[in-house]
């Protein structure tokens, strides 16, 4: 469905974006959602099975956390890359009109870097372990439905990966202030200048999947295929599932790893974002899977550890195209 409020800029359209219903049966949903991973790299979620009060518990203590001063939010920073950061994202210069927190998700690091986040570090902690252990299982189903639809023989190929204990995955908390509005701004938002400003900039994530979701304030866009920028209604009831470079080689190219942004927030309100990114171990190999190619298909990426590609990913800048540097020719 278009969203009417979404922000466009000159190049942008609405789109239909892919809904999956997680009560269907397992046959209908597991070839929609192969073919949203293959169309879109990108699809919203719905009767998703995670319960209101984990998102609302988490919710709670982030608002609480951004709305500290700043020398109280400096404690949990700066994010190198984890903690609290604002305006800077990554170590090479990209700028973003945000704040955030950006965690591991095991939950000793959730434990230890709760300290300077919270006052109450023990509910803190207690509140994203439970977020995380619910999103995971959330995403561990999700593979394992595309390993279905793809008729996979071990259909648990994928969800293995984000399941092992040594797990890279991590979680990210994006906070865009409100914005108080001039007088100006009343008579023509739609043309204000300040809609155009970039929240968090143009990328795709380097990781398997990534579960998002968000409040009721618009800012997210979809680039669609054709380069067009496609804005996403925000649904604080459903999640948002956008496949990473790291599910994209494994398919050998056939998913498409979406590339996405974030514009700055132009409502009176804040808008907060909520990302588990899944990750396979760092020793793991992220290779085309056989399965995937057709008979004489080329590999079109040679292998590499999630380590060799977070460090590749960590050399870079947001927007650069990570996975051209493992192209097989
Ligand atoms: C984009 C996806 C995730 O937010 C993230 C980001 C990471 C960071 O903010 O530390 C990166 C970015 C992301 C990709 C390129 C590098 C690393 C900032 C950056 C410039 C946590 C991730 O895993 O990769």
């Keep these: ?41 990108f699809f919203k979620l719905i009767n ?32 190198n890359p984890f903690g609290y950061g604002c305006k800077s994202i990554g170590p090479n210069g990209d700028l973003g009109d945000l704040e955030y ?25 207690y509140v994203v372990n439970e977020y995380v252990k619910s999103v995971r299982k959330l ?20 969800s293995n990966l984000i399941r092992d204990v040594h ?20 008579f023509s938002p739609k043309s204000h200048p300040s809609n155009n400003r970039i929240g968090f900039g143009e990328h795709s994530d380097p990781q398997i999947l990534t579960i998002l979701r ?28 956008l496949i990473g470079d790291a599910f994209k080689a494994m398919t050998n190219g056939r998913f498409v790893s979406v590339r996405h942004r974030a514009m700055a927030n132009n409502s009176k309100n804040p808008r907060m974002s909520i990302m588990y990114f899944g990750a396979p171990p760092l020793n793991a190999w992220i290779a085309p899977l056989s399965e995937m190619m057709l008979p004489n298909e080329q590999s079109l990426y040679k ?15 947001l927007a650069d195209s990570r996975l051209d540097l493992f192209k097989t020719s």
Excluded at 49 to 76: N, Y
């Design 303 to 317: 292998p590499f550890t999630w380590a060799q590609y977070k460090k590749a990913a960590y050399s870079l800048r």
């Design 101 to 125: 927190l950006l965690l591991r998700s095991d939950p000793t690091s959730i434990f230890e870097s709760s300290a300077s986040i919270s006052n109450d570090s023990f509910t803190f902690s």
């Design 139 to 158: 995403g561990c189903e999700i593979l394992d439905l595309v390993g279905e639809g793809l008729w996979l023989p071990n259909k648990y190929v994928f």
């Design 1 to 41: 469905m278009p969203c009417p409020t979404a922000m466009r800029t000159k190049k942008t359209k609405a789109v239909g974006i892919p809904t999956i219903d997680l009560s269907q049966s397992r046959a209908t949903t597991s070839k929609s959602i192969v073919e949203a991973c293959q169309d879109f790299g």
């Design 167 to 186: 797990n890279d995955s991590v979680l990210r908390i994006n906070y865009y202030p409100g914005v108080k509005h001039t007088e100006n701004w009343e």
């Design 214 to 241: 968000s409040n009721d304030v618009d800012g997210l866009q979809i680039s669609l295929q054709d380069g067009i920028w496609a804005p996403v209604c925000p649904d604080p009831f459903a999640f948002y599932v």
């Design 48 to 79: 998703h099975g995670v319960s209101d009060d984990a998102i609302a518990r988490l919710e709670t203590q982030a608002f609480d956390f951004f709305q500290k001063t700043t020398p109280e939010k400096h404690r949990a920073g700066p994010a």
